[in-house]
Structures are given as C-alpha cells and as structure tokens.
C-alpha cells in the first residue's frame, strides 16, 4: 500500500522529470528548430483562416510580408539580418502599395491579429504594440499625434472603420472603439469609445 506522501514524492518527481525533458528537448539544436518552425507554421495558419482561407486575401498577403520582415529583424547573424531586410523592403514597396496595409516589421503584434476589412487602408507605427486578439476594420490609423511615442493597446480590442488611435497612450483591455472615432487620450479597460472627440463610456454588460 502506497502512503500519501510516497504518492506525493513520486508526483514530484514525474513533474521534475517532466519538465527537465522539456528542457532537454527545447536545448537540443534540431528539435528546438523543428518546434520554431511548428510554432511558425501555425501563426501562419492561424492568419489565412482568419483572413478567408485564401492566400490571395490582400490582408492575409501583408501579414506574411510583415511577418517575414519581423523575423528578418530577429536574425543574429549581420548579412542574413541585411539580406532579410532587403528582401522585404523590395517585397513590401511593391505589397504595400497595392494593399494600402503599412505594418513596419518593428511593430509588436500580439496571437490572433485581425484585419476584419481590407478595402481600404490600415497604417500602424512602427513603435506600435498591439496585444491579443485585436480587431480591426478598414481606414484606420495607429500612430502619433507629431509629439513622438506611439500607442499601446491591450487584449481584445476592437477598433471601427475610419479611427484613429495617436499619440503615447494606453488602450486597456477589451476596449471598443466606435467607426470615426479619435482617440488621443489613455483608455481604461472595459470602456467603450465614441466620437470626436472621443468620449469614454464604461461597458454596461458583457462585450461580445
């Protein structure tokens, strides 16, 4: 009969094993690429069925470019970081000015990006950093107010056709942000935002 400490010392022990061979597996060269690559292939994924499961979709098409371009930046070695950003500026000069879809390979996107409508254009700051699962429409603007710092938004955020989001400041979670809406001022979380300027409104229920 197994007491319950020896049952407890031998659940601890299987967890420490455990997570040593993640370890093990995430230091071994060719498995570590092989999961970088996985974890690649599904973000990738992830983008085409998001932006209607076609590779033709112009949304769908700028997201790889600035994919591409992002994983340029991270390369270690000097010529391939060169050679990637050449690549991509000669990629992205001709995508980019058939989508009307800036997304600079510096900006930070967060899981699950969507760009709803790809009509018209999307311009995004270099500096930007976007959390998860941001939503947004057509015509719209994140950038600076010409005072330098550029927006930070957080998880879950929707942002409507023909707005702008500018300057230094800090959209929170959950955010909605109404079409033709600037907002150049801090945003708590759980608000939504409406007009010109905007006006914040605490959410009255649960936001879908």
Known sequence: MVSSRQWMRSSERSISFEADREALVEMTPGRSVRARQGRAWAVLAGDYHRHGGSILNAAFISLCVYRFGHWGLQRRNRLARRLASKAYGCVNLFVANITKIWIPPTVTLGQDFHIIHDEGSLSIHPD???GDRLGVMHNVTIGTNMQGGAPVIGDDVFIGVNSTVLGEIRIGDRVRIAANTAVSTDVPSD?????????????LGPLK
Do not use: D, L
């Not at 007009?195 to 959410?203: H, K």
């Open 191 to 203: 608000s939504i935002v409406v007009g010109s300027p905007a006006q914040i409104y605490p959410r």
């Open 128 to 130: 930007a950093v976007i």
